[in-house]
């Protein structure tokens, strides 16, 4: 063997071992070699592939990055009856399997090694979310199997979503999560890898593109080899005779507890040569059709809701019903998913509502059929875990008539709700940098006594942590990952945890020359409660700031101040060096693609030449700075005539 092909083989495999250490040590905080063994795996690495995706993605990753399918991941067509089954497949043995409502995952391997993963996107075009992909447990990092892509289905299970992320405000998102599959599809998205390890994603896998296999449920066999969960399948030859046997297949399917969610029975040839011969239509398989259930839906009356506070502060409705039987069960609540969506449909008590419960085992109101003259929510005044006063927030939606504001929930306002205070304690671990502290661990760490204020975080230290209860082993990692902590302004104040105000908004907000970044500062941490009465109207002025969030500012920093000052004292904060007539000045630079350096690297450099960065590409960009696998990025600056540049021009336009 070649030393070429040698070193390809050892990249992929430390590919697999850096994602799997990364693994143990952030989401599970049980690290199986030292630091300086990781290091030393990091380091070789660097040394065979210097612009490896593995070095950036876990830290950085970068999504909506276009790949082309190898193969159309289509979508199937839909029958409703059995008569369609067997007027398609009759005299054919055939693969079936419950139709899994997740979301779908194509996934690369070289060599044996997990290589890459990407979304269904339209079915010929996905977008890459490989970090997060590495991170989901039931997804091998390394087969037996050598260059091969597997196909499945990313999902939740019921007893991870209910009750948890089906709560509206999950993940500071503006609704909660409807589905499962929205919540998979959400988290497979976010931008921090290690909480989909939080949100305990699993992969199914379903199928091998270019397998050497003769039938469907022989590759499903091999799957379940190679160490991949797999859906759940039986084999049937369908005549005249059997279509009883189908009929009980199909009805097993739809009143069987799967850990996942289903919304349907997916049929298909189990001969994959019969399967391929019989080609595709525009978008889908004609070997393959999905049988749809019908939807079971009935009525009751709504007696009352409950508004109850989360972690995020925001306060969540549901809905007690009159108990009512749904497909063989006997419900009597139902989620109504935050303050907008009571008020959008129009929902109150004494109301007569329709509800389902399709394939799921949380009742969904679906409409209001019968509405009472009184219309009584029981919306609350106050918070209902600790009394202190509540707000609406809202958010702006562009519409053909301009921006609307549209309420969204009702929110806490006290920082010192025990509902909303864990979660203010991991905003302020992620604007920091601070990894390997999940949100179990904080919840045991305040039950110990150790965090009676959100920045307490940073005055852990391991002799207290250990004299507490906590693990010889990680102790120590983590009262190191709060030191020597180095933060800019903008994050420093980011970490107050004002609605709306994060470290993209104080940027912009630092553009402008009225107040630098030390006199924002300065005005934060030593005169913060005096913001009500401060003049801030001029920043109304600055670009994408308008009323609303000069009150949200101003009422943030009055509320807030001393979390920054608190924050300030633990922290170094440094602060950039304003570039006056650099040879930047007044150009704008945005990147695309993958880069040699981080991304936040190269933007450091422009800034320090006196550059301003731009997050997206629009006419007042001036250079798009391209890398590969560029995006849509690079397609929308060509129509805008925007100049196109590599990473080497650029560094010949810094001199380097």
Known sequence: MSDLSNNSTRILKLRSEIRKHNHLYYDLDSPEISDKQYDSLVIELQTLSPDDPVLVEMGNPTFGTKVSHSTLMGSLDKVHTIEEIMGKFEGKTVCIMPKVDGLSLATKYKSGYFDWAATRGDGKNGELVTPNAARIDSLPLSILMSDVEIRGEVFISKVDFYGVMDQPGYDDREDGYANPRNAAAGAIRQKDPKEVHN?????????????????????????????????????????????????????????????????GVVIMLDNLEEFENAGC?????????????????????????????????????????????IDGTMVSRASLHNYAWVIDRDVAIGDTILFTKANEIIPYVTAVVDRVNERNRDIPDTCPSCGGPIEISYREVKTKHGIVRKPVDLVCRNDNCPAKFIKHIRRILQILGIKGIDEKTLIKMEEAGLLNNVWDILDIDSDTLISKGFGKGESPNWAKSVTNITTTPQCLLATMGIIGWGRRMFEILFKDKHWSPEQWVKFVIEEGDKALVTDLSWITNIEGIGDERLITLRNGINNRWNIAKQVAQRVTLIYPEEVVGGIFEGKSFCATGTLSRKRDEIYADIKALGGEIKSGVSKELNYLITGDATGSKLTKAQKLGINIITEDTLNKMMGK
Request: proline share 3%; hydrophobic share 35%.
């Open 199 to 263: 949100r305990n994603l699993k992969f199914v896998a379903y199928k091998i593109i270019n397998p050497q296999f003769k039938t469907q449920s022989e590759v499903l066999d091999e799957l379940l080899i190679q160490g991949f969960l797999v859906v759940d399948h039986w084999t049937m030859h369908l005549t005249k005779e059997n279509k009883h046997l189908l009929e009980e297949r199909i009805e097993f399917i739809r009143t069987h507890s799967f850990a996942y969610n289903i919304d």
């Open 281 to 325: 239509s525009s978008k889908c398989p004609k070997g393959a059709i999905a049988y749809k259930y019908e939807t079971t839906q009935v009525t009751s009356i709504a007696r009352s809701i409950d508004w109850v506070a989360n972690r995020s502060g925001r306060i969540v409705p549901t809905l007690n019903m009159d108990e009512t039987e």
